[in-house]
């Protein structure tokens, strides 16, 4: 899935919305706002959970698994990983009839913070593969992570995101389906970080110790 808004517009009349929030549960909370000209929304999401800041690697990582973390995800697979800061991955999305499951190409880059917290910029790269016949790829995808180490083992995790699916898709369905899948694959990821059964990559230095 995925989004971040870069470009802070100057002047009253072209300020970027505030947030709303939409929902807070579990210690996941959830805002959205919108992102014209188009009608869908951007959203963030914010939790603090009982883990390292790598461990949110390790699951971001873990492509075998991605059905735990990304719901409506048909196959996840990394197509480069040019070095230990940077990664191009496929992704293939679940999409209901009679719309076209949507693939998304995207790279992330890696930067490192104080106590090993990080913040990861993930983008889409449409045009890194040829399109599938039958697939409708997303050419339109800018996400933040950031990861802060806190206190006593603990992070907080936070995520602002924006995708644009394509096609003719009403913004009410998207933003209703995108908002709850937002919200579950943070809280996913909250239990698998805390659970610690991924593993933590390797090549990212002191931090992977």
């Known amino acids: 899935m995925g989004a971040l808004l870069l470009l802070l517009l100057s002047g009253a009349a072209c300020a970027e919305p505030d947030w709303a929030l939409q929902r807070e549960?579990?210690?996941?909370?959830?805002?959205?706002?919108?992102?014209p000209p188009g009608p869908f929304l951007a959203f963030k999401l914010d939790m603090?959970?009982?883990?390292?800041?790598?461990?949110?690697?390790?699951?971001?990582r873990d492509?075998?698994?991605?059905?735990?973390?990304?719901?409506?995800?048909?196959?996840?697979?990394?197509?480069?990983?040019?070095?230990?800061d940077e990664d191009l991955v496929y992704t293939r999305l679940a999409a209901p009839w009679p719309a076209e499951d949507r693939e998304l190409i995207t790279r992330s880059r890696l930067s490192w913070l104080s106590g090993c917290g990080?913040?990861?910029?993930?983008?889409a790269e449409p045009d890194a593969l040829p399109p599938n016949k039958g697939l409708m790829r997303i050419r339109a995808s800018h996400g933040v992570w950031?990861?802060?180490?806190?206190?006593?083992?603990?992070?907080?995790?936070?995520?602002?995101?924006?995708?644009?699916?394509?096609?003719?898709l009403p913004?009410?369905?998207?933003?209703?389906?995108?908002?709850?899948?937002?919200?579950?694959?943070?809280?996913?990821?909250?239990?698998?970080?805390?659970?610690?059964?991924?593993?933590?990559?390797?090549?990212?230095?002191?931090?992977s110790n």
Request: proline residues 8%.
């Open 146 to 168: 950031r990861a802060e180490s806190l206190k006593q083992g603990e992070s907080r995790i936070s995520l602002e995101t924006y995708t644009h699916p394509g096609g003719n």
């Open 171 to 207: 913004g009410w369905v998207v933003n209703r389906v995108a908002a709850q899948a937002a919200f579950d694959s943070f809280t996913a990821i909250k239990g698998l970080m805390e659970a610690g059964r991924s593993p933590v990559p390797t090549d990212i230095g002191p931090c």
């Open 118 to 123: 990080f913040t990861l910029r993930v983008w």
């Open 25 to 35: 549960q579990g210690g996941v909370t959830l805002w959205s706002r919108p992102n």
């Open 48 to 60: 603090q959970v009982q883990a390292r800041p790598v461990a949110l690697l390790a699951v971001l």
């Open 63 to 84: 492509t075998a698994r991605h059905t735990l973390w990304l719901p409506g995800s048909r196959e996840v697979r990394l197509l480069a990983h040019p070095s230990p």
